[in-house]
């Protein structure tokens, strides 16, 4: 991440990318457009046009394809800036999962688009252990972490066992990438050893309890909460962005996007630490929805104005319009959980709604951002 928060920052014209980074960026756009409607479909609301099965499919399409994908790409994308090269091995993550996840999208869950989306998670893990090599720190770990952590969920999809019941290995994938993404950037404010360490040890208490659902399925979701409440307040006391809230203009609105994030992550340890454990029904629905959305969209808001300009290779620019999505964002994930506690089925479904525009929102102002490309609006955070 912060090879690609330089290269953000000191963007100075075009330079020579490689001829599959757009059409992965645009199979990803498609593919959360796709994540979008069958989630729609996955709360009541007719969508003709899109087959059962792959609403069945709305969370592997967008953690296990979209995610997983554009995780990759950002990856390799890193892996080139910083060896100076067109080429390298690490553009073979993104591509494997990109077809795992055209195949997903035109066949479904079939044994060849398991396969595929299970080697771009091989490729994901060993990129990211390269990286390790090359500075063997604790966010670098972290990210090996949650690299394996989606390996092992793509790999037990393609042993057979059912998606509910792996998704929070999937979720670890996204949450352990994140943060790790972040303690590399908290170095900027000079962490003190023992906040590194408290770093670890919440790492360490969400990992143990991940791996002891191989033993016990409820019981290690249900402790995940404390690493995740844990990872959650360690954030929003040390991350850079507590800062750079401070500041105008784009690293302002970045900020915003991380720490409301940091709220639903530690709201979403809570309510799966204060649930009877469950894989289906209302209270993982907002466990699911309010680290998904709350934090991981949120995230995905923030870091765009970071990777985006490295993979199309043009500066985003900024416009205060981006506040309005982010707001509707927040206000749908509230009201999502509010339909959750109350088991209303029309409030959920006006929830979802309201979700789909928002990011649609978002990318309109990522687009406009793109075409008007102003690099002086760019600052770290």
Known sequence: MKVLVRRAASYAGPVKRTVLQLPLFALIVA???????????????????????????????????VFATLIALERAV???????????????????????????LVNGATGNAVALLSAGAVV????????LRRAPTLDVFTMVL??????????????????????????????LTIVGERLELAKLRAVRPSARLAFGLAVGAYVAALLLMIADEGLGMRLSGVGMIAL????????????T??????????????????????????????SEPAFAG???????????????????FGHAPIIFPAIVERPVGFNAFAYVPLILLHASVALRILADLA?????????????GVAIVLYGVSIVYGLVRGDARSWRTS
């Not at 994901?124 to 990286?131: D, P, S």
């Not at 088991?343 to 979700?355: I, K, N, P, Y």
Request: a positive charge; aromatic letters at 12%.
């Open 31 to 65: 593919g959360m457009a796709t994540g979008i409607v069958t989630g729609l479909g996955r709360l009541g609301i007719d969508m003709p046009a899109v087959a059962l099965e792959r609403v069945l499919l709305h969370g592997p399409i967008l953690i296990a394809g």
């Open 78 to 104: 890193a892996m080139k800036t910083l060896l100076g090269r067109t080429w390298t091995f690490a553009d073979a993550a993104p591509v494997l999962s990109g077809a795992g996840l055209i195949v997903l």
């Open 124 to 131: 994901l893990l060993v990129v990211n252990l390269v990286f």
């Open 146 to 175: 949650g690299a394996a952590f989606l390996l092992l969920a793509d790999l037990a999809w393609l042993a057979g066992r059912p998606v509910p019941f792996l998704t929070p290995w999937w979720i670890a994938f996204l949450v």
């Open 232 to 243: 959650a307040l360690w954030l929003l006391r040390f991350d850079i962005a507590t800062m």
């Open 245 to 274: 809230i401070r500041r105008d203009g784009l690293p302002r609105f970045v900020a915003a996007c991380l720490l409301a994030g940091y709220v639903w992550l530690g709201f979403g340890g809570a309510i799966v630490l204060a």
């Open 282 to 300: 209302f209270s993982y629905d907002a466990y699911l929805h309010a680290i998904l959305l709350g934090f991981v969209v949120s995230m995905v």
């Open 343 to 355: 088991g209303d089925q029309l409030m959920r479904q006006a929830a979802g709604v309201w979700t």
